[in-house]
């Protein structure tokens, strides 16, 4: 793969608008200048290709999907990451979910291509518009004989669901909680996902950084608590992170003050119909206007000094010119 210009790594849900006409042309315009739009995303890979391809919208080289567990070239249709959960623990969790009243047509799972789901009315009128969900008559007994689970989703009352989470870390795995439509909004349901400790937006970041080395540095672009890592990524190394205006205030506030004292910058994306459509081009052109002021200088640096005949018959050269630590608050509950 040929290293990019530049990298603007983004979220999907709530960041970027699929439905916006101009954003093939984006797509395709950041490729022309050299640089790539990573996809990083809690939903599975295999969801982001097809909404992408049902958009005709041009498909990226690479897509992060569920928070980084699993990292996907779909030109080659290859996991280049691929991390698994332990089965044990899985079926540990959902016998602990299922002991304190949980609804087994609230679990589902994926493998990072296909997600797995009950066989319910709610549930497929939920995931009417995929083709990436396959519905199970017992899926207990579907995620019982898995052995490929990349992400395991709980969802229920709120407190219900706290108190979940409380025992999942204590098995030493990532979580993620946030409110959810799944499978139906009247039931104001809260969703955990659970994946491997050692995943994140941001370790996906920092891996796919060092193995593609853009040469003019990269963007991270989000507006949810799973985008933290993400984030703070972008910020320790000098990067910008870009956080949608609309995200909750005090995920704003948190990202502001981890940016104090450190190297990057943050940046509030204007909002409007399109979303980040327009700000991901405009920070394109800001990348590419980087990369035209570098190779300016390195063509000044490679000129021939000037240089002035005096009467002594002597070549004068002419000099050249001289050239706080923040805790996070308690975001991830």
């Known amino acids: ?44 890979v295999g969801d982001i290709e097809e909404n992408i391809r049902q ?3 041009r498909m990226p080289e690479i897509i992060v999907g569920d928070n980084g567990a699993n990292i996907y070239l779909p030109n080659q249709h290859t996991f280049i990451i691929q991390k698994k959960l332990e089965h044990k623990k899985v079926m540990d969790i959902l016998h602990e979910y299922l002991k304190n009243g ?52 709980l969802a229920g009352r709120r407190e219900d669901i706290e108190q979940r989470a409380k025992f999942i870390q204590n098995l030493d795995f990532w979580t993620d909680m946030d409110r959810t439509r799944f499978p139906k909004k009247e039931y104001e349901n ?20 060092a193995k593609l080395k853009p040469q003019y540095g990269y963007l991270c672009v989000g507006n ?49 119909r399109d979303l980040a459509n327009e700000y991901i081009l405009k920070m394109a052109k800001e990348f590419q206007s980087r990369q035209k002021t570098r ?24 000099k050249e010119n001289p050239n706080v630590e923040f805790k996070r608050k308690n975001l991830e509950r």
């Open 102 to 153: 949980g609804n087994i047509d609230f679990v589902r799972y994926t493998n990072g291509e296909n997600i797995f789901a009950s066989d319910q009315e709610d549930v497929r009128e939920y995931y009417r518009n995929s083709k990436k969900v396959k519905f199970c008559s017992n899926i207990y007994e579907k995620i019982q004989q898995a052995e490929d689970i990349t992400k395991l989703t």
């Open 224 to 272: 949810g608590r799973n985008d933290i890592s993400m984030f703070e990524t972008a910020i320790d190394n000098g990067m910008i992170a870009a956080i949608m205006s609309n995200s909750d205030p005090e995920l704003i506030d948190y990202i502001e003050q981890y940016a104090k004292g450190k190297k990057g910058e943050v940046k509030k994306v204007p909002l409007d």
């Open 55 to 57: 958009k005709n919208i």
């Open 1 to 44: 793969m040929k290293r990019p210009e530049f990298i603007i790594f983004t979220d999907k849900d709530c960041t970027i608008n699929l439905e916006d006409k101009k954003l093939n042309n984006i797509f395709h315009l950041v490729s022309t200048m050299g640089g790539m739009v990573i996809p990083v995303t809690g939903r599975t």
């Open 295 to 318: 190779e300016r200088e390195i063509r000044e640096k490679k000129r021939l000094p000037n240089v002035e005949r005096v009467k002594v018959g002597k070549l004068i050269t002419k």
């Open 190 to 209: 809260y969703r955990l996902d659970i994946a491997q400790k050692n995943i994140s937006k941001g370790e996906a970041v920092k891996a796919l950084v």
